[in-house]
């Protein structure tokens, strides 16, 4: 039973459209992050909501639009896809307390072409 | 701000070598310190953490970190090195909201 859960694992789409990915976690968690990752692989968060609230919004354009219907899920809409915006997006989940570990999804790789 | 530093961005050692991947940390309050793992194609996976506990801190599948506070280190080791330990390892901070500061990682390969 996978604790963190996204879809699409892959996602090929062309400039200009719009897409969306999902993310559940099942293990009770209050707070869901999004992470980018680059073509040389660092990492760097995005957005985190706390029990359905936007906490963390970290300069992110604002084609890109989290979405948290509940605790247990957030998507991540991008509209009007740009050639950058091709990476490795990770959802996570953890307790918001800093002493916690975040658990990691498989990951979706976006390649816009 | 806090911020994490890997030294090398790729290590190569041989089987049965001992791994060494070193991380240097940043932070205006006490750290809680992580090291994670990613196999290719995957998410990452917990390797062990840092939370003040205790300094020596032992993990999964043989990996083990010690926290240097006057050194401001938090280096991963492992006595011997497997073939499945081939991976990118990253070390990260724990910041504002409970999010992840990570570094840049390092990419170990492990030679037969």
């Known amino acids: 039973d996978t604790a963190v859960s996204q879809t699409p694992k892959y996602l090929v789409t062309q400039m200009g459209n719009d897409k969306s990915i999902k993310c559940e976690q099942n293990l009770g968690h209050d707070t869901m992050y999004w992470y980018k990752q680059d073509s040389k692989k660092f990492l760097k968060i995005m957005f985190s909501y706390n029990n359905k609230e936007l906490i963390i919004n970290e300069t992110v354009p604002n084609r890109f639009s989290p979405k948290s219907p509940d605790k247990a899920h957030l998507n991540l809409h991008i509209n009007s896809l740009e050639l950058g915006d091709s990476a490795v997006y990770f959802c996570a989940s953890s307790q918001i307390r800093a002493d916690t570990e975040a658990f990691f999804g498989q990951g979706t790789r976006l390649t816009v072409v | 701000a806090q911020s994490v530093t890997q030294l090398g961005s790729h290590v190569s050692v041989s089987e049965g070598a001992l791994v060494l991947l070193r991380c240097n940390y940043s932070?205006?309050?006490?750290?809680?310190l992580f090291w994670y793992v990613q196999y290719p194609n995957q998410g990452l996976q917990l390797l062990l953490k840092y939370t003040s506990a205790a300094t020596l801190v032992k993990g999964i599948n043989g990996f083990e970190a010690e926290f240097k506070k006057s050194e401001t280190s938090f280096h991963l080791t492992k006595p011997s090195a497997h073939m499945s330990d081939a991976a990118e390892y990253f070390c990260a901070v724990s910041g504002k909201g409970g999010k992840l500061i990570f570094g840049q990682g390092t990419e170990l390969s492990v030679k037969p």
């Open positions: 932070s205006s309050v006490p750290p809680y």
